[in-house]
């Protein structure tokens, strides 16, 4: 008979390798690996031969970073999605698009089971596996890490290393680097290690060599740089007037941001399983095209559409975090999303200084901005009169005079 097929979400890092060697062990299963290539640059190096020598059959690594950009980042980005006030979800919005195609592949290849190497403790897990709940229900999930057969033979690295020496599994697991570390197009986390210390500052000198996408703010040059962006439709189609699609716009947006030291973030965030947890973000790109976004918006938007809009935001962010991107409730946001930005068409130029990023101007062939109506001279257009404001005034305050006089009868 056919043994079962299993296809593993594999990074060739010390967990998922050993994952690897693990399940075909354990479930005497045919494991295809598959790595989506989102930006990870030469973390992909070598690992078609890493897999088939661990134990895969065969290894899928899909170039996935012009999806990622158009159908997840700029979507989520015209929503103007950020988690807790600061988190702008660059782990949260790859795991949708991994998970999406693992059950291709496991269709595709008649696999009965998708695995990956996600732990217990963490958001990941349920991202993945609610995604595969909402695009293939049939097929089923192994997590390792929620398996107690496996987290007694595995309860900490040693053991995963001393398994790895053990069957010849080439690791890089290290005490230099005593943190993880999940990079994509449109950033980088660190978490774990001394990271856990919320006390610990990683932007002190010691610590610079940590990063990676970007220079420390006080390293980055001592002249300021103007960028434009243009945008269509709430999506940036150009920088500095040359025609990018999503994948080129975010790489260039990278490029300058890191350059400057913008975009990191360190924050405590609540974890949808109920913890607390640390983290550290590089987002040098992703931070510029959201500053750039809401810009563009504040002249083309209309006020109410735009309120509307901004009320939903911490709903949708929490959705993207929780890894409900493909729930119909995320879906139905993105539609009145999508309606906001037709008309979020124009330019915008920042100044990109030290970690800053300085608006200096915005203009639209579809501005909401009258200078006419807004100036402080005369108003050539007669379109405001100043003498309506009374009654307006009148009325918004009655419901006040009357709470307060009952809160005078009260005394």
Request: charged share 25%.
């Amino acid at each position: 008979m056919a043994k079962d097929k299993i296809v593993l979400a594999y990074s060739g890092g010390l967990d998922t390798s050993v994952i690897l060697k693990w399940l075909k062990e354990t479930y005497d299963a045919e494991i295809i690996a598959f790595t989506a290539d989102i930006g990870q640059k030469d973390e992909l190096d070598g690992l078609e031969e890493k897999a088939l020598a661990t134990g895969a059959s065969k290894i899928y690594i899909d170039d996935l970073r012009e999806e990622f950009a158009k159908d997840f980042i700029y979507p989520m980005f015209q929503a103007g999605a950020l988690y807790e006030g600061q988190y702008l979800l660059g782990t949260s919005i790859a795991r949708p698009l991994i998970a999406k195609r693992m059950v291709e592949i496991a269709r595709a290849e008649g696999a009965t089971y998708i695995a990956h190497g996600a732990t217990g403790k963490g958001n990941d897990q349920i991202r993945f596996e609610l995604t595969a709940a909402a695009l293939a229900p049939e097929i089923e999930v192994i997590a390792p890490w929620r398996i107690e057969q496996f987290r007694e033979e595995f309860p900490g690295r040693a053991e995963m290393i001393a398994y790895a020496e053990k069957h010849n599994i080439p690791v890089q697991a290290s005490a230099a680097k005593p943190y993880s570390m999940d990079r994509n197009l449109l950033h980088i986390s660190f978490e774990s290690g001394m990271l856990e210390d919320p006390w610990f500052d990683p932007s002190a000198d010691e610590n610079k060599g940590m990063y990676v996408l970007s220079v420390a703010p006080e390293d980055a040059p001592d002249q300021a740089e103007y960028v434009e962006l243009t945008f269509e439709a709430g999506n940036c189609v150009a920088i500095n007037n040359e025609s990018l699609n999503p994948l080129a716009a975010m790489e260039k947006l990278n490029e300058l941001g890191g350059k400057h030291g913008i975009g990191r973030v360190d924050m405590v965030e609540n974890r949808f399983v109920g913890m607390k947890s640390r983290g550290v973000y590089e987002t040098p790109g992703g931070s510029i095209l959201f500053a750039a976004h809401r810009k563009m918006e504040s002249l083309t938007m209309d006020r109410d559409v735009m309120h509307l809009r901004d009320s939903l935001i911490a709903k949708y962010a929490t959705l993207v975090y929780n890894g409900f991107w493909f729930a119909p409730e995320r879906l139905a946001l993105q539609a009145l999303v999508t309606e906001s930005q037709k008309n979020v068409t124009g330019v915008v130029r920042l100044k990109l200084y030290k970690g800053n990023i300085i608006g200096a101007g915005v203009k639209s062939p579809v501005s909401l901005y009258n200078p006419d109506i807004a100036t402080m001279e005369a108003d050539p257009s007669k379109a405001y009169d100043q003498g309506d404001a009374t009654g307006f005034i009148r009325l918004n305050a009655l419901r006040l005079k009357v709470a307060s006089g009952v809160e005078q009868n009260k005394k």
